[in-house]
Every structure is written in structure tokens, then in C-alpha cells.
């Protein structure tokens, strides 16, 4: 076999690993992810108690104002949260094992209730 397609095979090898294993590492660079499915940023609410619910990824640790979460084995939370008069804005936050932190803050109105 030819030097130059021993290095070729070579070099297509090396190229190949290296892309898998920067695929691999990914979430290592970039840090948490969250995602709030419900409430929406604005809402207008009528009921004083809020059910939160979304899904981290790549997160050590999820917060809702402060209070530590605990969330399913895939990163879906979900937690009950008690609404003051007018306007509330709910801070969740996400951390990876490098203290790495994503925030998700949420305005939301609570009007209208009995």
C-alpha cells in the first residue's frame, strides 16, 4: 500500500475519533440547559397557586426562587408555588458540576382572585 494512502487512512481515523469525541464532551463546554415549560413570561393568573414544570439538562441542581428542586431521573421538575397579589417574577435556575449557572426568570400577574 502506497505511503501517502496510509496516511490518508490514518488521518481519516484521527479525524474521525476526534469528531466523536468532541461530539461526546459537548455538554462539558456548554454549560446547562433549561427549559420552562409552564407558566409562561407574562401571564396573567387568577389562582394564587402555581404548578412550574419543565425539564433541565446537563444540571446538578435546579432552583426555584431559592428553593433547591428535586428533579426526575431525565430532568423533568415540576413544584407548586404560592403567588403574592400583582405582579411576581419567579427566578429558576439551573447549575452544572462546574458551577456553571443558566436563569430563567418569569413575570407573571396574579389578579382577580377570590
Known amino acids: 500500500m502506497p505511503t501517502t494512502l496510509k496516511r490518508l487512512i490514518l488521518v481519516l481515523l484521527f479525524l474521525t475519533i476526534a469528531g466523536y469525541a468532541a461530539y461526546q464532551l459537548r455538554g462539558v463546554w456548554q454549560g446547562p440547559r433549561l427549559v420552562v415549560a409552564t407558566p409562561y413570561a407574562g401571564q396573567t393568573l387568577s389562582d394564587p397557586i402555581l404548578l412550574i414544570t419543565g425539564q433541565a439538562f446537563r444540571a ?30 419567579i427566578e429558576v435556575t439551573a447549575e452544572d458540576r462546574f458551577g456553571r449557572l443558566t436563569e430563567v426568570k ?9
Open 60 to 89: 446538578d441542581k435546579i432552583h426555584i426562587d431559592d428553593h433547591k428542586i428535586l428533579p426526575e431521573e431525565n430532568g423533568h421538575f415540576s413544584e407548586k408555588l404560592i403567588l403574592a397579589e400583582g405582579y411576581n417574577v
Open 106 to 114: 418569569l413575570p407573571v400577574v396574579l389578579s382577580n382572585h377570590e
